[in-house]
């Protein structure tokens, strides 16, 4: 048990790294659009990417699958990207609706895979040679997981107090904050 809570932690940690900005960016990115009211979509969004993240990471633990690290660097940052500028599709018609929500389901567990091509190497570092990956890689998700629903639920309040106060331009402040992600985004491919 201990070692699981080790791996939990490190998955925390990981997300909620201050210098690993670029997991915070796509998970506001995705979850810009929606309120407390939608926790059970934004829940199957996080879960969809974690689960994306997860089978990659269990075929690199295993190395059925290697990518390139720089390949996949810029790759993050393009599904952040990608994420804003679907975004932007939405914010200027209404709510998603569940044929369009369906297809965020599936892009994110396409991002998660990718993403988790990322974490790959950091989660080999971590486990030791004649270790089994399966609780290592449990417990780094389950990790990554809580952290991300920790962080949507930190935005999902922000956001529902500038409604409260707001009101009727809560659109253009979730336009801004996604430009904003948008720009900081496209900042971090460009200095690399």
């Not at 290697?66 to 200027?92: D, H, R």
């Not at 920790?150 to 009101?167: D, E, P, R, Y």
């Amino acid at each position: 048990m201990n070692d699981f809570l080790f791996y939990l932690k490190e998955g925390v940690n990981h997300i909620l790294d201050p210098d690993g900005l670029d997991h915070f960016y796509f998970i506001l990115s995705f979850c810009i659009l929606y309120t407390f009211n939608d926790w059970r979509k934004i829940v199957g969004l996080v879960t969809a990417f974690t689960v994306g993240h997860c089978v990659t990471l269990f075929l690199s633990g295993l190395e059925l699958v290697s990518i390139n690290a720089n390949t996949v660097e810029l790759l993050i940052p393009i599904t952040i990207l990608l994420s804003c500028v679907n975004n932007f599709w939405f914010l200027v018609k209404d709510k998603p609706s569940k044929q369009q929500l369906t297809t965020t389901y599936i892009i994110l567990l396409v991002f998660g895979l990718i993403h988790g091509l990322g974490f790959s190497n950091y989660i080999k570092m971590m486990i030791f040679d004649d270790e089994s990956i399966v609780l290592p890689l449990l417990g780094f998700n389950v990790g990554i997981e809580l952290a991300q629903l920790l962080i949507v639920a930190g935005f999902l309040a922000l956001i529902s107090i500038s409604t409260l106060v707001l009101k009727s331009k809560i659109k253009w402040l979730r336009f801004a904050v996604n430009v904003i992600i948008f720009f900081l985004v496209l900042q971090m491919i460009l200095s690399n």
